[in-house]
């Protein structure tokens, strides 16, 4: 069995920073994509940012060059700083990721718990 635990989160001005951390925990013989989406109320989960076991990242056009997306793969840690945080950012983060449970080549998708990300105006 595999485990995302998130930590981070919570409340911060329009304008403000916040980070979140992620780890894996379990039987893992490796990570694939990892990455965080967010849900606001009312709204469809959105996959925010996502990063490939060789470090290449992508973005959802709101967050382009406000979030960044890292992870350490010694750690099986995945990592989010916010910055320049707004309003519209308010949402459950959760952490998603690939695992790769066996030798076998497949891998199966796990998320956190969620964490919330409350932006003040």
């Known amino acids: 069995q595999v485990q995302l635990v998130e930590s981070g989160g919570g409340l911060v001005q329009a304008g403000g920073s916040l980070g979140l951390s992620c780890a894996a925990s379990g039987t893992i013989f490796g990570l694939n994509l990892m990455g965080w989406y967010r849900q606001a109320p009312g709204k469809q989960r959105e996959l925010v940012a996502y990063?490939?076991?060789?470090?290449?990242?992508d973005y959802i056009d709101a967050v382009q060059g406000r979030f960044t997306i890292s992870r350490d793969n010694a750690k099986n840690t995945v990592s989010l700083q916010m910055n320049s945080l707004k309003p519209e950012d308010t949402a459950v983060y959760s952490c998603?990721?690939?695992?790769?449970?066996?030798?076998?080549?497949?891998?199966?998708?796990?998320w956190g718990q969620g964490t919330q990300v409350t932006v003040s105006s």
């Open positions: 990063i490939e076991s060789d470090g290449t990242a």
């Open positions: 998603y990721a690939q695992v790769q449970t066996t030798l076998a080549p497949r891998v199966y998708e796990y």
